[in-house]
């Protein structure tokens, strides 16, 4: 009785979330496309005036040389840079501030971040913090960016987190590794480039795992509750694009064409996410990345199955749809027969990928901290579409122990 209370209550709170994303502006940023996109970019933060821009990165980047025409190309056109390239997986509030101070103490005007979702992330929390005068614990949940950050600009290198075109940020607690989401719209960057040549030397696993937090971007964003005819348009174009391109980025990392439509799905699962939100799967992967530092695409991944299998029954309609979209309908099946076909293909390509069904990190003890944690960032941010209580997550974690 007291489970389904609470149940009315958080949907009437994310129908309310649903309402204010009506109202609410969600900007887009301007989008470079194509083989170098990203100097493009390059030249039109020169063209805005912008005389000196942190670089938030990675040390790996760095050293791969990644960064090196995006350096010249800045140079040749009058801008000076620094560059920050402390930023981890699943970056703290120390990152920040480092980076943070490195803006001030060089005079910088613009953040350019380069890498994955952790620099991305990184970057948007440092050019928030650049303005709002705050500690980024304050900054943390929904809509608390008061004052519009500093001009911001994201060249992603992977094909997974779209966090080069959403309104969120999560970054971690330095002591208790606990993902902090920062969401608000000021925190999209103004411009951004989708340019595959910076993606054709990721390993395949990196590839496969980013691809799948993609689809997870996808598949979460049309089954929510809040979701619209706009993000369902941009969740079916990534699912779509992502079940005819990541096998062959997998199996050819230098597949051009395969790469652009990687970027591109993933930028579609962004924009459907951003205003349709996410789900269970997502708040048990943020848990085990603060747990176990399990990469965020693995954990989307080997969750994402248990999730839908627990849900099913109340998105049998829209499964049936991601199935068909899929290209796994004959024509023949019923819609229940299309659900489990989509959720069985899903398996299908973990095992293709070599990406487990279980969480080898994962211990007993862990489980009911890990469930309570997930359950309360779920029920405070995503409208799920079945939703379930303590005892029941805990049910649905134990099943990915080894």
């Known amino acids: 009785m007291l489970f389904s209370l609470q149940v009315k209550g958080y949907k009437a709170y994310m129908g309310a979330l649903k309402v204010a994303a009506k109202v609410i502006p969600m900007p887009k940023p301007t989008l470079f496309m194509g083989e170098d996109s990203s100097l493009e970019l390059c030249e039109s933060i020169a063209q805005m005036g912008t005389k000196k821009i942190l670089i938030v990165t990675d040390q790996m980047l760095v050293k791969l040389g990644i960064l090196k025409k995006i350096q010249d190309t800045l140079t040749k056109n009058g801008v000076e840079f620094v560059i920050y390239d402390g930023v981890l997986p699943d970056p703290t509030y120390d990152q920040v501030e480092s980076g943070l101070k490195i803006y001030k103490n060089n005079g910088c005007e613009a953040v350019l971040a380069v890498g994955g979702g952790s620099p991305i992330d990184c970057a948007k929390v440092i050019a928030a913090r650049v303005t709002n005068h705050r500690p980024v614990a304050k900054l943390a949940g929904l809509f608390k960016v008061w004052t519009t950050p500093a001009p911001l ?65 996808a598949v979460e964003a049309y089954i929510s509750m809040n979701a619209t005819p706009e993000t369902d348009s941009y969740a079916v174009a990534a699912t779509r694009l992502i079940m005819q391109n990541l096998s062959v980025a997998v199996k050819d990392g230098s597949n051009v064409k395969a790469r652009h439509n990687m970027a591109l799905a993933s930028y579609y699962a962004g924009l459907a996410f951003t205003k349709a939100s996410l789900g269970y799967v997502h708040a048990i992967s943020h848990n085990f990345g603060a747990y176990y530092k399990t990469p965020h695409g693995l954990g989307n991944a080997i969750v994402l199955p ?52 279980k969480l080898e990190a994962l211990k007993e003890n862990d489980i009911p901290a890990i469930a309570k944690s997930a359950l309360k960032e779920a029920h405070l941010n995503y409208p799920v579409p079945k939703y379930m209580d303590q005892a029941t997550c805990e049910r649905l974690i134990r099943k990915m122990l080894v």
């Open 153 to 217: 600009f994201a060249i992603p290198t992977t094909a997974g987190t779209g966090s080069e075109v959403t309104v969120a940020a999560v970054v971690s607690e330095p002591d208790t590794h606990h993902k902090t989401p920062l969401v608000d719209p000021k925190l999209v960057p103004m411009s951004a480039a989708l340019d595959a040549a910076l993606m054709l030397g990721l390993p395949p696993a990196v590839t496969s795992a980013t691809g799948m937090d993609a689809l997870t971007h």
């Open 306 to 357: 248990y999730v839908l299998d627990y849900s099913k029954e109340n998105i049998i309609g829209r499964l049936a749809d991601l199935a068909e979209v899929s290209g796994l309908s004959t024509g023949k099946e019923s819609h229940q027969e299309l659900a489990q076909k989509f959720i069985d293909h899903i398996r299908s390509l973990l095992k293709e990928y070599d990406i487990p069904e």
